[in-house]
């Protein structure tokens, strides 16, 4: 593989992309919720064990926050990514407690040239995010906007 970005060519539907692992700290769901989400069950381990969620929970907001970051580092920062025009699907399956580990991976759904500007391409993907018992945490799928290769250029890929 050479140094050059992955572009709209490299994302063939089947394309997966693993993420690496993070685990959530009690101190990074207390910071994310006190300036994001600060309900009871984000901010107080007393809180959480008494709420529906069964501990100190991160809020689904930080899962998502933490599933951005696992994007860009799994093919985000390697790609020609225009960035995206929304999010069609985001669901938080089961609460994410301090101390959980999360991984997961994305694949790509679907790829198509755009109609209106032929130098992007539009990359429907789908993310899933689980914890250290492999069970599914949270679920998004989205478009990413990506530029085609350059004609004659080499991409990530070949």
């Not at 063939?12 to 309900?39: K, Y």
């Not at 709420?51 to 580092?73: D, F, K, N, P």
Request: hydrophobic share 40%.
């Amino acid at each position: 593989m050479t140094d050059a970005l992955k572009t709209f060519e490299d994302f063939t539907p089947g394309r997966r992309f693993d993420f690496a692992e993070r685990t959530l700290t009690v101190e990074e769901i207390i910071a994310f919720a006190s300036e994001f989400d600060p309900q009871p069950m984000h901010l107080d381990e007393a809180a959480g064990r008494a709420s529906i969620l069964g501990g100190l929970a991160a809020s689904g907001w930080h899962t998502s926050a933490v599933m951005m970051r696992m994007l860009y580092e799994a093919y985000i920062s390697g790609s020609t990514s225009e960035g995206s025009p929304g999010v069609d699907l985001m669901e938080w399956k089961r609460p994410v407690l301090a101390g959980d580990t999360l991984g997961g991976h994305c694949v790509v759904l679907d790829a198509r040239a755009s109609r209106s500007r032929p130098e992007i391409g539009i990359v429907r993907m789908r993310a899933e995010v689980t914890n250290q018992r492999g069970e599914l945490v949270a679920v998004s799928e989205y478009i990413n906007m990506m530029r085609l290769a350059e004609k004659g250029a080499d991409h990530a890929d070949g």
